[in-house]
């Protein structure tokens, strides 16, 4: 499609401020959006055609209002809203696919969008989070409860879902909308170990290692989800399922680029990337046990199996030689790190609560 008919495109949206958006506007706000990463002069473009992009940023403005002040919240505009920073957000990973779809990769226009999103949207995220009592906490001591409770925690009703009733059908959606984060598992990692070599660096440098296999690409992380999908004969390129995947997975996603990508926000990706390290050990034992249950090859289940032993220990490393140091090297922030923890703890809640809920509906469309 010519630039001249997505300009038409826009003219025909005809979006007003007195009616709620529809499925159909944001679909047309998506196909704007497409077009516009691949501008080749995007930024000249938004500053000399201004009004040709209102009805975009409109959708966008009315989407912010019915996902974060509207009650209750719409669904489809956190979807839209989480589909556009994940759009933005993976021009910062490396896909090894056309050179041209990364010229916008440093777009001030794109840069503004991200802003203007992640502003509102991360207040939101915190609203449920008492900063104040964070602050005074004992920040050693409560690492430490918090991790103990999460690496061996009460059965939830979610997890004894995913255990004891997800249906084989039920498996293969799972895998689907895993595999948008699994294929590229700890990018995320690999943007912050550059700098200043120390003991946390070294740290998380050999996690990351691990998590790549060593080098090795038959023992990278994301090769056994691939052989996952495989066995499922499911797609294993990236990305290949985007379109069914909740907007809380987006969200969970999301937030990884928003604390990695920028230093300042150091402290609270270490207690985000703690988090992970701590819990997959428990959400995925629920995984693999449902392969074992239905009677699925090790090939189907070793993803889990792989993350299950190895990351019991990167999560003591997390918290004795990645948390811990940095408690000390920053006393007036450490508070942070919970902080992190904390709301990390919550977005993967939520995120776990949306597939298992998409994967029953997929499971009810099969029956």
Not at 50 to 67: I, K
Not at 112 to 129: C, G, V
Request: charged share 20%.
């Amino acid at each position: 499609m010519q630039f001249y008919h997505v300009f038409i495109l826009l003219i025909i949206m005809n979006i007003t401020s007195f009616q709620p958006l529809t499925e159909l506007d944001y679909r047309n706000a998506q196909e704007v959006l497409t077009h516009l990463l691949q501008h080749k002069d995007l930024d000249h473009y938004a500053a000399n055609s201004p009004r040709c992009l209102e009805p975009f940023e409109q959708v966008l403005d009315l989407a912010m209002l019915e996902a974060y002040e509207d009650q209750p919240p719409s669904p489809n505009a956190h979807l839209f809203l989480q589909r556009v920073l994940y759009r933005i957000n993976r021009l910062k990973l490396f896909w090894y696919d056309n050179l041209e779809n990364y010229i916008n990769e440093n777009s001030a226009f794109l840069f503004s969008l991200r802003s203007k999103i992640e502003t509102i949207w991360q207040a939101w995220e915190t609203q449920s989070l008492d900063i104040p009592a964070l602050k005074g906490l004992d920040i050693e001591a409560a690492l430490r409860e918090r991790t103990t409770e999460d690496l061996d925690p009460e059965p939830s009703q979610i997890g004894l879902f995913f255990r004891n009733d997800m249906s084989q059908s039920g498996y293969r959606h799972l895998l689907a909308i895993a595999s948008l984060d699994g294929l590229v598992e700890a990018s995320q990692l690999s943007r912050v170990i550059g700098g200043v070599g120390n003991e946390v660096q070294s740290m998380l440098t050999k996690i990351l290692m691990e998590e790549y296999g060593g080098g090795k690409l038959a023992r990278k992380h994301s090769s056994f989800f691939s052989a996952m999908l495989a066995e499922f004969d499911l797609d294993t390129s990236p990305e290949a399922y985007l379109d069914i995947v909740p907007w809380e997975v987006l969200a969970n996603i999301n937030h990884s680029f928003t604390v990695c990508e920028r230093k300042r926000n150091f402290l609270r990706y270490i207690g985000s990337l703690l988090y992970f390290e701590i819990s997959v050990p428990a959400a995925f034992q629920n995984y693999k046990f449902a392969g074992e249950r239905l009677g699925l090859s090790e090939q189907a289940i070793g993803y889990w199996d792989v993350h299950i032993k190895e990351d019991l220990r990167h999560g003591q490393w997390m918290l004795n030689e990645v948390a811990l140091p940095l408690i000390t090297r920053y006393p007036n922030s450490a508070w942070e790190i919970i902080l992190g923890y904390d709301q990390q703890r919550l977005l993967s809640t939520r995120a776990s609560q949306a597939i298992a809920q998409s994967v029953q509906q997929a499971e009810n469309v099969l029956t």
